[in-house]
């Protein structure tokens, strides 16, 4: 499989579970990204990885925890989520960690809190 | 802070019509500039970007766009569309800076619908 994979795409869950969104790419970039795309608020960025080190937390509220075991996976793990979370997570990935390089985007997973 | 607006939600156009989405920027350092299109239930695929030299860029799928640096622009344009252009299409920017990490400051979205 090529490109940027996540799963699942699609996830309901109530405000006391817990659940993990993954991210897989199979380009062999160092730099990954997690943002959220909500109903009628522009592309907001979350998290930036660079070979497995965080870089970049965008003032994410603690129920988001991100990890990056290695340069291909990310994860999101997720806890006592609110309704106002529910929206499309994208993940993205880049040759490098900096500007003017283009970014991958997976076809993202589908969030909704109940 | 960087900001980009973009200042149609919607366009919709008829088929082998014309369109120009248009975009506008605010940045207090110099910027990259992208062009991504999101066909439903899909992620985002870059259409275009501008890193340097010549103002017009050629994209795939017939698009193009023209950085205007003293309107603090990008417009993206086709000259003819077609039905499959029917999509979500995002501005973006990011900042020439080593502390931007690469981190894209996207608009706020036009869809373009191409009706028959």
């Known amino acids: 499989e090529t490109g940027v994979t996540q799963t699942p795409r699609h996830l309901v869950m109530g405000m006391t579970n817990k659940k993990s969104l993954k991210c897989e790419q199979h380009?062999?970039?160092?730099?990954m990204y997690w943002y959220k795309q909500s109903a009628k608020k522009p592309l907001e960025l979350m998290f930036v990885y660079s070979l497995e080190e965080r870089v970049e937390n965008n003032s994410v509220p603690s129920r988001f925890s991100p990890e990056c075991p290695n340069s291909s996976h990310l994860f999101l793990h997720l806890h006592t989520l609110q309704p106002e979370d529910s929206a499309l997570y994208l993940c993205?990935?880049?040759?490098?960690?900096?500007?003017?390089?283009?970014?991958?985007f997976g076809p993202g997973t589908r969030l909704t809190v109940t | 802070a960087q900001s980009v607006t973009q200042l149609d939600s919607q366009v919709p156009v008829f088929e082998e019509a014309p369109v120009e989405l248009r975009c506008n920027y605010s940045?207090?350092?110099?910027?990259?500039l992208f062009w991504y299109v999101q066909y439903p239930n899909q992620g985002l695929q870059l259409l275009l970007k501008y890193l340097s030299g010549s103002t017009l860029v050629k994209g795939i799928n017939g698009f193009e766009a023209e950085f205007n640096k003293s309107q603090t622009s990008f417009h993206l344009r086709k000259p003819s569309v077609h039905i499959s252009d029917t999509a979500e299409y995002f501005c973006a920017v990011s900042e020439m800076l080593p502390t931007s990490y690469g981190k894209l400051t996207f608009g706020q979205g036009t869809i373009l619908t191409v009706h028959p």
């Open positions: 380009l062999g970039h160092n730099a």
């Open positions: 940045s207090s350092v110099s910027v990259y």
């Open positions: 993205a990935s880049s040759p490098q960690v900096a500007s003017g390089y283009e970014q991958y």
